[in-house]
């Protein structure tokens, strides 16, 4: 993953979306380079959500 810069006096809460959409990003990128069962990626998705749900990126 790239590294992420921002500026100093970011709120936290600006960090989270900057660094969700960098995740979201690099993860579509990496799908794109492999293929992947279905239903595997179903579970993952699930799993983010679930993650995201509760704080935890």
Not at 14 to 26: D, F, H, L, Q, W
Request: no cysteine; proline share 7%.
């Amino acid at each position: 993953m790239p590294d992420i810069i921002v500026p100093f006096g970011t709120e936290e809460r600006e960090i989270r979306e900057i660094i969700e959409e960098s995740v979201a990003k690099e993860k579509e990128r990496i799908a794109k380079s492999k293929p992947i069962a279905p239903e595997k990626r179903a579970r993952e998705e699930e799993e983010d959500e679930i993650r995201r749900q509760r704080g935890h990126g």
